[in-house]
């Protein structure tokens, strides 16, 4: 049965800041997804691993920040208000064990300069338009959206399935850029480099 809405395990803190637009589809049955039972009960070792060392870092830090891991790769959204804590981010990440992966998509500047009940809206929008959707497996995407800046994460059975989830998330109303995460399935990450580098913006509304 799908289990649709707001996913506050998968975040770093249930605040303000560390609920900035995340959705997140989720079914009772993990092992339905591309990663399996298994893949899905480390990523849940590796989320806690990470919340616990963010939350020791800084209060701050874990309140303003949201952590998401798939199959072991990790995104990092949220909103600080210095490059050196976005850079900090990205080494904690990489510490916790299991992590094959960093993609760094924070944004620096004051956390009130987003506004996350109008980013909460359009993440819900874009959730129920991939719900209604047969031929997509919400169960292997992760979205958030941040000031209006929309970021894709998952796994994609193939180019087609990509490539409609990608034409979804550009049709949706006032959302900013879309910057695809995504991998395809048995395609490996980019290695790492943990500042987004590899992936191109693929759309900007006005």
Known sequence: MLALGVLSSGLSACTPYGMIAEVAWRTADSAA????????????????????AFLSESAGLFARTNTTVFDGRVLLTGVVRSPEARARAT?????????????????????DMVDSARDLLLAERFETTLALDTGI????????????????????????ERDLVLAYARACPRVRTV????????????????????YAELSRAP
Not at 92 to 103: E, F, I, Y
Not at 179 to 198: F, N, Q, V, W
């Open 179 to 198: 910057t695809d995460h995504t991998l395809l399935k048995g395609e490996d990450g980019p290695g790492g480099t943990g500042d987004g580098s590899a």
């Open 91 to 111: 080494v904690l990440a990489w510490n916790v064990a299991g992590v094959s992966d960093v993609v760094n998509e924070i944004q620096v500047g004051e956390p």
């Open 137 to 160: 497996s919400q169960r292997n995407y992760r979205a958030r959206i941040v000031g209006r800046d929309l970021y894709l994460f998952g796994i994609a059975r193939d180019t087609r």
């Open 33 to 52: 997804s591309e990663r399996g039972a298994g893949g899905a009960a480390r990523d849940l070792g590796i989320q806690t691993a990470l919340n616990g």
